[in-house]
């Protein structure tokens, strides 16, 4: 399972003389990562490289040090910790002494995974969303139980012959929770989700 940040964070660091300052934060959207990026953004420093990954979806930059040297490292260090819906920032001031690819490639990667290591990390369930219409009868039990299973959420429109609920709940329990709901109201209401494969 991907993981995500629960809040923004910070690592700061020295190598030969060159200071590299780490921000990384979670984001839902590039928008999200464009407007971290300009935020943070230092135009005294020597560079503002980058990278972000949101799904398959990711970008990275260099910002004139070396190409590959900068962000990809960054990027690197973001996979492999398992992040996603995650985008990092790393200031550098130059001190003067070169460091070579190679060492880019570390201070970059390793300021970059200091970073995230310090973060408290949350998993990213991914969910599905389905439909359920009952009775007014059957409403009551249908929700205690639905409630109570883990990561489902339910919202209520009512209807003059009874309740429509739009039903979100963690991909993998669709079958479980269908069975359920047929058992609960004795088959007279059923949790429909727009994938016909998941449907009985």
Not at 154 to 181: I, N, P, S, Y
Request: net charge negative; hydrophobic share 40%; glycine share 8%.
């Amino acid at each position: 399972m991907p993981f995500t940040l629960n809040a923004p964070v910070e690592h700061e660091q020295d190598i030969k003389k060159s200071r590299f300052i780490a921000h990384a934060a979670p984001i839902a959207s590039e928008e999200e990562a464009k407007a971290f990026l300009a935020e943070k953004s230092d135009p005294t420093a020597t560079h503002n490289c980058w990278a972000w990954r949101l799904g398959q979806a990711y970008r990275f930059s260099d910002d004139g040090e070396p190409s590959g040297t900068a962000g990809k490292p960054i990027l690197q260090a973001i996979d492999g910790q398992e992040l996603d819906g995650v985008v990092v920032l790393v200031i550098r001031f130059f001190g003067g002494i070169l460091l070579g690819s190679g060492g880019l490639m570390r201070a970059y990667g390793g300021t970059t995974a200091q970073a995230l290591r310090l973060g408290t990390k949350a998993e990213i369930i991914p969910l599905v969303t389905g439909e359920l219409a009952c009775s007014f009868s059957d409403l009551a039990l249908l929700k205690a139980r639905l409630q109570a299973i883990p990561h489902l959420s339910l919202v209520e429109h009512f209807e003059a012959d009874g309740v429509r609920f739009d039903v979100t709940l963690k991909r993998g329990d669709e079958a479980m929770t269908q069975r359920l709901v047929q058992d609960l109201t004795s088959g007279r209401s059923r949790l429909r989700f727009p994938d016909p494969a998941t449907n009985d």
